[in-house]
T-cell receptor, first 116, second 113 residues
């Protein structure tokens, strides 16, 4: 499998629980993005990594959301004290570096989070 | 950020061409026009992109107006597998690969037999 993988595919959490969502990007892809997609809406940007450096976290909705990519490959999105409004599909995407706007983003299948 | 406007939904018959419009009247000179699509229960996938000239690839064609204020994604022969939400996105050349994708609500394409 050469694509972006995400796990788990589905996660049900009780309100107040912490969750961790994992993303395995395509090998060699320097850039990694997280997006949040609410039901019936387009994906919305959360955060961006270049290697292990988190260069943009302007889309994270609150300080309960935290993302890391410690070794520049696998990334984890953590949500603390989940709320019902956090229910959404969380998408991860990776792309080659190089500064070329032509570099497409390759998306994983997403993790559907449901907070009860 | 420059904004795009697309119809909420369109329908097409299988094996017929489909023209998906996108308006981007505030596009800047350094904005590329990208199209992604999202099939049901999947992440978005890249379709095509262009700057000024019309573009063709194995999936689709992109026709860009001379003033760049609008563009049209053309699927030459729609199949049932093309049923998806299609997003028209502007990406700034200046920020390059680091630029996030700003999705709108897209156009939901329904393809019928």
């Amino acid at each position: 499998g050469a694509g972006v993988s995400q796990s788990p595919r589905y996660k049900v959490a009780k309100r107040g629980q912490d969750v961790a969502l994992r993303c395995d990007p395509i090998s060699g892809h320097v850039s990694l993005f997280w997006y949040q997609q609410a039901l019936g809406q387009g994906p919305e940007f959360l955060t961006y990594f270049q290697n292990e450096a988190q260069l943009d976290k302007s889309g994270l909705p609150s300080d309960r959301f935290f993302a890391e990519r410690p070794e520049g490959s696998v990334s984890t999105l953590k949500i603390q004290r989940t709320q019902q409004e956090d229910s959404a599909v969380y998408l991860c995407a990776s792309s080659l570096a190089g500064g070329a706007v032509e570099n497409e983003q390759f998306f994983g299948p997403g993790t559907r989070l449901t907070v009860l | 950020d420059a904004k795009t406007t697309q119809p909420n939904s369109m329908e097409s018959n299988e094996e017929e061409p489909v023209h998906l419009p996108c308006n981007h009247s505030t596009i800047s000179g350094t904005d590329y026009i990208h199209w992604y699509r999202q099939l049901p229960s999947q992440g978005p996938e890249y379709v095509i992109h262009g700057l000024t000239s019309n573009v063709n690839n194995r999936m689709a064609s992109l026709a860009i107006a001379e003033d760049r204020k609008s563009s049209t994604l053309i699927l030459h022969r729609a199949t049932l597998r093309d049923a998806a939400v299609y997003y028209c996105i502007l990406r700034d050349l200046i920020t390059g690969t680091a630029s996030k994708l700003t999705f709108g609500t897209g156009t939901r394409l329904q393809v019928t037999l």
